[in-house]
């Protein structure tokens, strides 16, 4: 069974960076969709609606959500099986659990392909 596991958040100062990594193991098109496929990262603030953070396709295009242009960068490393979340200038409304996956073809932000991983909290402080 696929299994992805998020790493790289913590507490960090508003205007600080960290970077978020992703790893997927126990299925082989988990990790095929790691290197080549298209992924996204998503996070569920406190209170707030589970949001569409940043997609890379397999081409290698991304998109962001509107709040985190410009200071957020997906991006993969093949050689690594890995995704990256690279946050910059964080903001205190940046808080939330992080999540990756796969979006599968189907309506709803929480349509993907994957189990969902465990998470990894994001806190930024003012």
């Known amino acids: 069974q696929a299994q992805l596991a998020e790493s790289g958040g913590g507490l960090v100062q508003a205007g600080g960076s960290l970077r978020l990594s992703c790893a997927a193991s126990?299925?082989?098109?988990?990790?095929?969709?790691?290197?080549?496929?298209?992924m996204s990262w998503y996070r569920q603030a406190p209170g707030k609606q589970f949001e569409l953070v940043a997609t890379?396709?397999?081409?290698?295009?991304?998109n962001y959500t509107d709040s985190v242009k410009g200071r957020f960068t997906i991006s993969r490393d093949n050689d690594k099986n890995a995704l990256y979340l690279q946050m910059d200038s964080l903001r205190p409304e940046d808080t939330a659990v992080y999540y990756c996956n796969a979006p599968a073809n189907a309506p709803g932000v929480k349509s993907v392909r994957f189990p969902w991983g465990q998470g990894t909290q994001v806190t930024v402080s003012s």
């Open positions: 126990g299925s082989i098109f988990s990790i095929v969709s790691i290197i080549i496929g298209t």
């Open positions: 890379i396709t397999s081409s290698g295009s991304t």
